[in-house]
């Protein structure tokens, strides 16, 4: 009877006894030390105290790692959970460590005997190789005297099962993709490059706003607090807009919809992040990914369209006062409020319908959501256009803005504030921060006549209750 493959590899790793270390291997052999350590740092993690982890670019220990953790229990669970997980493109292959590392083993008090060991190992080592070269002699000696009768050995194929898939290794350094789909074409049914594709294995690690467990607490406290009361005080603006008379004008219509944008593109942002911090799980896949970019994008770009009008809404309110019931009446606002939603979907939908074709080598996000620019940063596809069109859409939002701003405050702002390229990524998470809660009070909490109708709002409903 012939037992299935799973089944003998379970078979197999039953000698292997329960160890605080656990062994990784078929994994992406391209992936960078340190960007290789972080990663499985922050993937394993979840599962509790990672002491170190052992990753070499040595030619034998290519594609391997050791995680070393504090609890046996955690490695099992890492083990359990983990085994075959899409890793970079491949799935790992978990099992645990044959010994223990030397970490463990000073906490044991076992590193004296684990030392001795090791002589004794590396002694019958030396013992073997002299008893093997003493057979070779020998046998080159026979093979000289008689050489009719040399006989060339088959090589040894590994007894693995059919697959859809070839691996190809020993090839050599200067193989490139190109070559190797000339190679390959010839035949009928290939279908693939051996460069990972933007399908439904692809998932991407998110590393947030900090690694240490300490600060990142501090991160979910500090913004839970902030999305909370970011939300009450949006839902307050709306709902007062809604139920007070002397607010029932073109700003305030249009601050409301401010308002609901606000909760709508915080809510796409910040509830994601607090449950990775909550839950450990720091992965998203590409079709998640994908989908917040999308929200985000489109909130964004729909509130900028928004500030626009606004922006027309006070200029007609101040240079044509007599006219401003006239010029901006419901129905002009509600089509002005269409177009943004309209332009908003015009800005997010080309760069998107590029960017779910992009092939990617690399899968960690430096950044707590998944945002358009780490993203292009891991594709391995000429993101040209795209960042072109990015380009193109930062200023058509932004432009209006601009013309203002720029004239009293652009010199100091880029005098001062202009950030240095390194620091590129974490301005951006600060700015996602700060835009996230904020603006909506700049606009209204400030207004007297908001204040005013919060307070008889208030005193209403302590009446009637």
């Not at 995680?67 to 083990?79: C, D, H, M, P, Q």
């Not at 978990?94 to 590396?122: C, H, L, N, V, W």
């Not at 070269?133 to 009768?149: D, E, F, H, V, Y």
């Not at 005098?415 to 904020?438: C, F, G, H, Q, R």
């Amino acid at each position: 009877v012939q037992l299935p493959n799973e089944v003998i590899k379970n078979i197999k790793n039953m000698d292997i006894r329960p160890n605080h270390t656990i062994y990784i291997n078929n994994m992406n052999d391209k992936i960078k030390k340190e960007e290789l350590k972080r990663s499985l740092y922050a993937l394993f993690s979840q599962f509790g105290h990672v002491v170190d982890i052992v990753a070499l670019k040595t030619m034998k220990m290519r594609g391997q790692a050791f995680v070393i953790f504090k609890e046996l229990g955690s490695s099992t669970n890492a083990l359990r959970q983990l085994q075959g997980f899409p890793f970079y493109g491949k799935p790992m292959r978990i099992q645990y460590a044959k010994t223990d590392s030397d970490i463990i083993s000073k906490m044991r008090g076992t590193f004296a005997d684990k030392e001795k060991k090791k002589e004794k190992k590396k002694a019958k080592t030396i013992e073997q190789t002299a008893t093997t070269a003493n057979k070779k002699l020998g046998q080159g000696i026979l093979n000289s005297a008689n050489p009719q009768g040399n006989v060339t050995p088959n090589p040894q194929v590994p007894d693995y099962p059919p697959n859809y898939i070839l691996f190809l290794n020993n090839l050599p350094e200067e193989t490139n993709e190109m070559m190797l789909s000339m190679l390959f074409n010839q035949f009928p049914g290939f279908k693939e490059k051996p460069v990972m594709r933007n399908h439904s294995t692809i998932t991407f690690i998110i590393l947030g706003l900090t690694s240490d467990p300490q600060l990142e607490l501090l991160a979910f406290i500090c913004l839970f607090i902030t999305y909370v009361f970011s939300i009450m005080g949006n839902l307050t603006i709306i709902v007062l807009v809604f139920v007070d008379a002397h607010l029932k004008t073109a700003m305030y219509f249009f601050l409301q919809n401010f308002s609901f944008l606000e909760v709508s593109f915080t809510s796409a942002c910040v509830p994601t992040y607090l449950y990775m911090i909550s839950s450990g799980n720091k992965t998203m896949t590409i079709q998640d990914c994908f989908s917040q970019v999308f929200f985000i994008v489109l909130f964004g770009a729909t509130e900028f369209f928004l500030l626009a009008v606004m922006s027309y809404d006070r200029y007609v309110a101040i240079c044509k006062p007599l006219h401003y019931v006239t010029i901006m009446n419901s129905r002009v606002c509600r089509n002005l409020i269409c177009c943004c939603w309209v332009c908003g979907f015009l800005m997010v939908l080309p760069p998107l319908s590029l960017a779910v074709h992009l092939e990617f080598c690399h899968f960690v996000i430096d950044h707590f959501v998944c945002d358009a620019s780490p993203i292009l940063k891991n594709s391995c596809t000429d993101t040209w256009l795209i960042e072109q069109m990015q380009r193109q859409k930062a200023f058509s939002t932004c432009s209006s803005h601009m013309i203002v701003v720029s004239i009293s405050y652009g010199s100091c702002i880029f005098m001062y504030v202009k950030p240095s390229a390194k620091d590129e990524v974490a301005i951006n998470k600060a700015v996602y921060l700060l835009t996230t809660s904020v603006a909506p009070f700049i606009y209204t909490l400030r207004n007297k006549q908001v204040k005013q109708s919060f307070h008889d709002t208030l005193k209403r409903l302590m009446f009637h209750s």
